[in-house]
């Protein structure tokens, strides 16, 4: 960092997976980092990975789509590590069907955690962006919002983020703060094999399969989102916003 003051960042749906890769990959950048999920307990593993290494964490338990928890989960944070500067919108849930058997339920509940979400949490961290007149926002969109089958409701929210992005992008920029948006393509984790179950395919097969059709013949890793999410949210990168970066191991068309 090219600051003396420790940068605090948030990564939301920070238990497991993407989540969990990029929060030890801010820490060993320098950042403290607040590892928020829905159920506090289980990013504990993660927080210990973390402060075994030298670095600060916290565990913060909370539903991004409520209002009144994602304040309090910010000012917790702002309270006990320092103003979060750093904020990456990772909390996502699949709730896959084909449309006419996709619930109200299904849809709402996917455009609540990604959507509003990614709203709530920019909106309760931007002030203290704009107060340090430094922030980087980053928010996982997806190769699926390009459309895919069985997906109709996380494609339309993975697109919507990328629109998001953009906007926070024009309208904070500003106050020196950056909004970029990272689109994995097909990323080993507990969703991915979720996914794999749902059209009923052995998880290895299916993982075959995905890196036949990838230029670069493997599947990916949650370390690789976490890499491109480092930049983004690096201090370095202040003339890079609104951009979306697919992560998907070559071209998808």
Not at 6 to 12: F, M
Not at 104 to 112: A, E, G, L, P, R
């Amino acid at each position: 960092m090219s600051t003396t003051e420790q940068r605090v960042a948030i990564v939301t749906g920070g238990a497991r997976g993407i989540g969990a890769a990029t929060a030890v990959r801010l820490a060993a950048e320098g950042r403290a980092v607040a590892v928020l999920d829905l159920d506090e307990s289980a990013c504990a593993d993660v927080v210990e990975k973390i402060t075994a290494a030298g670095g600060r964490a916290l565990a913060v338990g909370c539903d991004v789509s409520d209002t009144e928890q994602v304040e309090a989960a910010v000012a917790r944070v702002a309270e006990e590590l320092g103003a979060p500067t750093v904020l990456v919108n990772n909390a996502g849930v699949l709730r896959d069907n084909l449309l006419f058997k996709m619930s109200d339920s299904d849809w709402d509940t996917v455009m609540n955690v990604h959507l509003r979400g990614a709203f709530l949490m920019s909106r309760a961290c931007q002030k203290h962006m704009v107060d340090a007149g430094f922030g980087r926002i980053v928010n996982l969109s997806s190769s699926s919002a390009l459309g895919n089958r069985g997906q109709v409701n996380y494609a339309a929210a993975k697109a919507g983020l990328q629109g998001f992005t953009k906007t926070l992008a024009k309208e904070l920029g500003k106050f020196g703060i950056t909004a970029n948006a990272v689109a994995p393509g097909f990323i080993v984790t507990e969703m991915t094999a979720a996914t794999a179950a749902r059209v009923g395919m052995d998880f290895e097969d299916f993982q075959k399969a995905a890196a036949s059709q990838i230029p670069v013949q493997r599947v990916g890793r949650p370390e690789d989102i976490a890499n491109a999410i480092a930049f983004f949210t690096g201090e370095e990168a202040g003339f890079v916003s609104g951009q979306v970066m697919y992560v998907a191991g070559g071209p998808l068309n």
